[in-house]
């Protein structure tokens, strides 16, 4: 069964450095996810892309965070400058139809920021 | 997207039957009803989705109201490792998570 994958499993890195956080969605859906959750708290909607562009983005979603999609299979979360409050399991999911229909999520990674 | 509301948490004895109810009074006639559930840490898994029908798969069964105004997600033979937190999400587009219900299988 597909499934989508994500690299690494686990990023330490230290405040101020820039991290990539690297996704592989399910090879035929078309649009693209990113969640994260902060240890004992909700799963937080980040982005939505779609056809190379966000087609929706929260208020998280700041000026330190992009997504791109750098080639036909990976896509990706870059953070400009992490924070320490940017510490959290990052969620890639994706979907072949955005409305109504499932959005099948990735096993995670853990960001640690010292 | 619709607020929903759900009871914290639950437990239920394993080879019960598991239902965990959702109230959605402000649903709009385009949103879905949907379920997923959280492993631990792990990425939230899709569980079953419906618009206003009954659903069955094979995991769970979905009941919703005829006004639609709350749900039921039923797991019919609970097992220990159906232990998870259990989120009812109403949506058009975008996911928006609450806080779910930690169901807990007991032996």
């Known amino acids: 069964e597909p499934e989508v994958t994500q690299t690494p499993s686990h990023q330490v890195t230290q405040m101020g450095q820039e991290v990539i956080l690297r996704c592989v969605p399910i090879?035929?859906?078309?649009?693209f996810y990113w969640y994260r959750q902060i240890l004992g708290q909700k799963v937080e909607f980040l982005v939505s892309?779609?056809?190379?562009?966000?087609?929706?983005k929260s208020e998280i979603f700041d000026d330190q965070f992009s997504v791109e999609r750098p080639d036909g299979s990976n896509f990706t979360l870059k953070i400009r400058s992490t924070k320490l409050e940017d510490s959290a399991m990052y969620f890639c999911?994706?979907?072949?139809?955005?409305?109504?229909?499932?959005?099948?999520f990735g096993p995670g990674t853990r960001l640690t920021v010292l | 997207d619709a607020k929903t509301t759900q009871p914290p948490s639950m437990d239920c004895a394993e080879g019960r039957a598991a239902n965990l109810p959702c109230n959605h009074s402000?649903?709009?006639?385009?949103?879905?009803v949907y379920w997923y559930r959280q492993i631990h840490s792990q990425g939230p898994q899709y569980i079953i989705h419906?618009?206003?029908n009954n659903e069955t798969n094979e995991m769970a069964s979905l009941i919703i109201t005829e006004d639609r105004k709350s749900s039921t997600l039923i797991l019919p033979h609970a097992t220990l490792r159906d232990t998870a937190v259990y989120y009812c999400?109403?949506?058009?587009?975008?996911?928006?998570f609450g806080a779910g219900t930690r169901l807990t299988v007991k032996p």
């Open positions: 999911a994706s979907s072949d139809v955005v409305v109504v229909d499932t959005q099948y």
């Open positions: 999400i109403v949506r058009v587009n975008d996911m928006r």
């Open positions: 892309f779609y056809n190379n562009e966000i087609s929706e």
């Open positions: 419906g618009l206003k």
């Open positions: 090879s035929n859906h078309l649009y």
């Open positions: 402000t649903i709009s006639g385009n949103e879905y």
